[in-house]
């Protein structure tokens, strides 16, 4: 076949402090890069200008939404699609570079391989992560419930592979940001489930939260990650007790109401 071409695709929001290795880890795997900030207040725009980017600033739309924008931004429809946090490995470079004469599925798998506070975590819940990100837009988009978002093939019939490499992603490299963020995502999970009408039985408040340790911590050998993996299991436990406890205030002030 012809050679292809490909867009990388990112949204960005304040993210001066990885921008640069994202689309260093692009900018010889893509042609052309397509960046949808949401009017970071960092440096993230200057870093941006110094590439060979298209840079469209547009307000926050929710998580999928944003990046369905972003897709509909890209010119070709063969497209790369990561974070402002996240860079592709050189293995992982080398495999999409090759897909550009040889691409046979609708999609494309790759292992994300994650960073907490210095550390590459290789256990629990957090590897392989494995991540459709490189994919025909014609025939794929952003689902899910936000802040969970994640490409979906649209159908049911479409054929997927996975590549060598891995999805390099700096998440986050405090406790107290880890705090924060857990914070945050817990409470958008929440509304996304009330704004979907499901339900928040006291049962699961207590349940799914030592359920997902358990799996995370003992069936998955996030013990083997040490305290890291230790904290990781804790959070994942906590967001999912914050988004139930969350979902039944929610119900509580709608009675209210």
Known sequence: MEMIKLSGVIITFNEERNIEHC???LINVVDEIIVVDSFSTDNTKAICERFNVTFIEQNFLGYIEQKNFALAKASYDYVVSLDGDE????TLQTSIINLKTNWTYDGYYANRFNNFCGQ?????????????????????????????DKILLLNTKSKTGHLKGDILHKTYQTYSEFNQKTEYFSTIAAKAY???????PIWKVFVNPTWAFFKS????LGFLDGFNGFVICVQTANITFL????LRELYRKDILN
């Open 243 to 246: 988004k139930y406890s969350k």
């Open 23 to 25: 689309l260093k880890s």
């Open 217 to 220: 911590y003992v069936l998955r």
């Open 87 to 90: 860079a592709l490995s050189e």
């Open 120 to 148: 590459w975590i290789k256990h629990s819940d957090w590897y392989p992560n494995k991540k459709l990100r490189i994919f025909d837009r014609r025939k794929a988009n952003w689902q899910g419930v936000n802040p969970h």
């Open 194 to 200: 009330f704004d979907r009408g499901k339900k928040a």
